[in-house]
């Protein structure tokens, strides 16, 4: 199964995450580091990242769920494909090889079959 890591930009974003706090440890206060329109404190970066965490988690929960479901569907195609190629054989040995039975259900009937013909080697 394959997941999907947090992107580059999360990684990036802890470690300023860090050295915002330091800031902040080092002034005894929270910084803005945004305007009056846009607040960009410590607060507000670090939900932000959990934000981003927690959809790739979702993403991946479904890539999960995704996976289960493709093979569920693999398995219940290969069942299918059995079955396929069982009807045909089950009507070939009910009705013959030649019935035209098989037709209606997509075979080929055996006097309907092209003969080969091996081409004679040249001396």
């Known amino acids: 199964m394959k997941t999907r ?3 580059m930009i999360v990684r990036k974003s ?3 995450l ?4 330091k800031v902040d ?3 005894n206060s929270l910084i803005d580091y945004g305007g009056f329109d846009f607040k960009l404190s410590v607060l507000d970066f670090k939900n932000q990242i959990t ?3 927690q959809l790739n988690e979702s993403y991946n929960d479904t890539l999960k769920l995704a996976d289960i479901k ?6 219940e195609e290969q069942k299918l494909s059995d079955m396929y190629a069982r ?3 089950g009507c070939v040995s009910k ?3 030649d019935a035209p039975e098989l037709t209606l259900l997509g075979g080929t009937r055996k006097s309907e079959r092209k003969k080969s013909v091996r081409k004679k080697k040249q001396k």
Do not use: D, N, T, V
Not at 70 to 75: D, I, P, R, T, Y
């Open 14 to 16: 802890e470690q300023r």
């Open 87 to 89: 009807i045909l054989s």
């Open 95 to 97: 009705f013959g090889s």
């Open 18 to 21: 860090k050295g915002m706090r």
């Open 5 to 7: 890591k947090p992107g």
């Open 25 to 27: 440890s080092k002034y």
């Open 70 to 75: 493709a093979l569920s569907l693999k398995q």
């Open 51 to 53: 934000l981003c965490k």
